[in-house]
């Protein structure tokens, strides 16, 4: 999210890409760094929500006028793996989608979650941090009955047993309506099987 661009958005097919990362390096000379998706199935095209798709299109209408840090106006190179890695891609910063509005300059990793340990303390709940949501929300996409496969490309896992197995929990309520599905299906079919049973007999005893 933090390395997000504009021209990694099509408006008209209201898609996403992802295909770079970004993060701040603390080091003696402090800077930041782009660089590739962990794997080759971190690179995905995802649809976007109706209400990300909005939220998007408000921080559109702001580009020009937000507060910019000059630091912004740096070019950063990266490789892109599923390519000729020795042939360098680059943005310039200025083009990110999300930035700090009150300083100008990209977000941090920390900043989300600094922020998002203020939202806790003032809800009264304990704090998580931002990528415990990824959990929340593999676990609330096949608890809607989204396709494991489907989860897997959104999440880009190279493999399935890494999303069923560690990013989707199974809590008692899923648990509770699972059984309600089975009872439901096997109700059904007792009621199918049973207007089959009669109308064959029917058949039987009138064959015309």
Same mark, same amino acid.
């Given at each position: ?79 892109? =793996?599923?390519? $000729?890695?020795?042939?360098? %891609? +680059? #943005?310039? &910063?200025?083009? /990110? ?20 340990? =203020?939202?806790? $303390?003032?809800?009264?709940? %304990? +704090? #998580?941090? &931002?990528?415990? /949501? ?75």
């Amino acid at each position: 999210m933090i390395a997000l661009t504009w021209d990694d958005i099509d408006w008209e097919k209201r898609t996403l890409t992802i295909r770079k990362t970004m993060e701040f390096r603390y080091k003696r000379q402090q800077f930041w760094v782009a660089g590739s998706p962990k794997t080759l199935a971190g690179y995905r095209t995802i649809p976007l929500t109706g209400r990300a798709y909005e939220i998007l299109k408000e921080v559109y209408a702001t580009k020009d006028t937000r507060r910019q840090s000059p630091e912004l106006d740096t070019v950063l190179e990266y490789a892109d =793996k599923r390519k $000729d890695q020795q042939r360098q %891609k +680059r #943005f310039n &910063m200025k083009d /990110l989608v999300f930035i700090n509005f009150r300083t100008g300059m990209p977000n941090k990793n920390s900043s989300y979650d600094t922020h998002l340990y =203020k939202l806790c $303390d003032e809800a009264g709940i %304990k +704090r #998580f941090s &931002m990528h415990a /949501l990824r959990y929340t929300y593999a676990t609330r996409a096949i608890e809607s009955g989204m396709p494991p496969k489907t989860l897997q490309k959104l999440l880009g896992h190279a493999s399935l047993k890494t999303t069923m197995d560690r990013y989707v929990h199974v809590t008692d309520d899923s648990m509770e309506a699972g059984i309600r599905l089975f009872e439901q299906g096997q109700l059904k079919n007792l009621s199918d099987g049973g207007i089959k049973a009669k109308n064959v007999a029917e058949m039987w005893r009138d064959p015309l």
